[in-house]
């Protein structure tokens, strides 16, 4: 079983993960901390050795992961983490913005006392994260407290094109939250979000979504831009 691998993750729940699911969540993190960077071939052969398994649950990740766009497949090359360009990056974080401006305005009229208090936890476990240094862990509080709200639309497709579009920007997200300076304006969002919640203000919550993409794009522009002059 997976859970038998050395340096695997114990599952967290009673139901132990399947095969193909551990596979997955071992490939997320792997592109997720940049241990497969955008750009680079994904050796099937190693990754199956490392992990213990065979290959096709690798595959079948491979073709999940395809279809959310984090990965491309090329004739006779095989598979590679997708490599943005500011234009790809630009046109996510717009259909982010059109797509998550109707969640919240459907959602947050739904919050009650059991959101907020879950939001405020939240809130805490990315400062938390964040003041250690522990990325993985900031990044997954961070999209646990947005798609609270999101969630609240009760539109589950509006929530799963949403969660593509997050995970297109996956593998540059974390250098996001690892700079300093980006951490001190997430925690400062987060808290003025959580007060617009208490206030069931959901246009003060479009607005700081929108400062809040904007802020990313700027810093992983920054990043992609880095990243090909080193290529040149």
Do not use: C
Not at 5 to 25: C, N, S, W
């Amino acid at each position: 079983m997976p859970s038998d691998i050395p340096g695997a993750e114990q599952p967290t729940t009673r139901r132990p993960k399947t095969t193909q699911q551990f596979v997955l969540d071992e490939l997320r993190r792997a592109i997720e901390r940049r241990e497969i960077a955008p750009g680079e071939a994904i050796r099937q052969d190693a990754l199956a050795e490392r992990l213990g398994v065979s290959r096709v649950p690798i595959r079948e990740a491979l073709k999940i992961l395809e279809g959310e766009g984090q990965v491309l497949y090329q004739p006779h090359r095989g598979y590679q983490v997708v490599e943005l360009s500011i234009d790809d990056l630009i046109e996510v974080y717009h259909l982010r913005r059109i797509l998550e401006t109707e969640a919240i305005r459907l959602g947050v009229p739904s919050l009650g006392k059991a959101d907020l208090d879950e939001l405020d936890e939240l809130r805490i476990d990315i400062d938390v994260a964040g003041e250690v240094g522990d990325v993985l862990a900031m990044t997954a509080a961070n999209r646990r407290f947005h798609f609270l709200i999101f969630d609240l639309a009760e539109m589950p497709r509006l929530s799963r094109l949403i969660r593509n579009l997050w995970d297109a920007t996956d593998a540059y997200r974390s250098l996001y939250y690892a700079g300093e300076t980006n951490r001190v304006h997430i925690r400062q969002e987060h808290e003025q979000i959580l007060q617009a919640a208490r206030a069931k203000d959901a246009e003060r919550i479009v607005q700081l979504h929108d400062d809040h993409r904007d802020n990313a794009i700027r810093t992983l522009t920054a990043v992609i831009e880095a990243e090909a002059s080193s290529h040149e």
